[in-house]
């Protein structure tokens, strides 16, 4: 049924329906597009988990290296969360003048070799321990507003949000499955065995991101 037409100014105005296109999801397995969501996933999980651990945990674990200095809440406040925002302010000059792939190979190095340096523990100095610490959350942040800005590049807007739907979701999963095995490994284990496992994660990231990282044609 034709809708009423509108006057405005003495001229008659017929008023138009909106056309809405009906998105095709499917396109986000597409093998293009299914092989960018497949190595993000991996991407997100390997950046999720360790991070994870050190912002849930991270009084647990400084006071486990035996640092006697500062206080371990204080020390996790100073030492991850403050470096993780200096990282993340220093990629908005970063990130736009380097290619995609050697950021994300480069970081993941870097939080590989600190988490892996960190392992012997006790017999590290307080300075040493704080110095990898901040290295790694520095690296972490510059390498974190990669997790939005890959998406942006790689997806089509059609399938974007759906994207960054799986791909929040499979990281959760990693974070719960952290959350709940990070105390028993912990007891289990030991604080070195943990930062090994830690940095083993971030190596794989390395790994495939060497094997399977884009790079956006546009860049």
Same mark, same amino acid.
């Given at each position: ?8 100014? !003495? ?13 095709? *999801? ?17 991407? #997100?999980?390997? *950046? ?14 400084? !006071?486990?290296? !035996?640092?006697?200095?500062? =206080? ?5 406040? /100073?030492?991850? =969360? ?23 190979? #480069? ?18 100095? =307080? ?15 510059? *390498? ?13 807007t059609s399938v974007r949000s759906t994207a960054l739907g799986i791909l929040g979701s499979i990281s959760r999963v990693g974070v719960?499955? /952290?959350?709940? !095995? ?7 284990l030991g604080v070195q065995a943990v930062l090994l496992i830690g940095a083993a994660i971030c190596m794989l990231g390395f790994i495939?991101? #060497?094997? #399977?990282?884009?790079?956006p044609s546009h860049h």
């Open positions: 049924m034709r809708r009423p037409s509108r006057v405005r100014l !003495g001229i008659e105005l017929e008023e138009i329906k909106p056309e809405v296109k009906a998105v095709d *999801q499917t396109a986000l397995f597409k093998p293009r597009n299914l092989k960018n969501l497949t190595y993000l996933s991996v991407f #997100w999980i390997c *950046q999720a988990i360790p991070v994870t651990v050190l912002l849930m945990f991270g009084p647990v674990l400084i !006071g486990a290296l !035996g640092t006697s200095s500062f =206080d371990t809440d204080v020390g996790q406040l /100073v030492l991850t =969360d403050s470096f993780f925002l200096i990282g993340s302010l220093a990629a908005i000059k970063i990130v736009p003048q380097f290619a995609r792939r050697p950021v994300t190979l #480069w970081t993941f190095g870097i939080m590989a070799l600190s988490l892996a340096l960190l392992s012997p523990g006790s017999v590290l100095s =307080d300075f040493v321990v704080c110095l990898l610490l901040s290295v790694y959350a520095l690296s972490y942040g510059v *390498q974190s507003v990669l997790d939005y800005v890959y998406p942006a590049e790689l997806f089509p719960f499955v /952290v959350t709940l !095995g990070f105390p028993m490994a912990f007891q289990g495939v991101s #060497w094997i #399977w990282a884009p790079e």
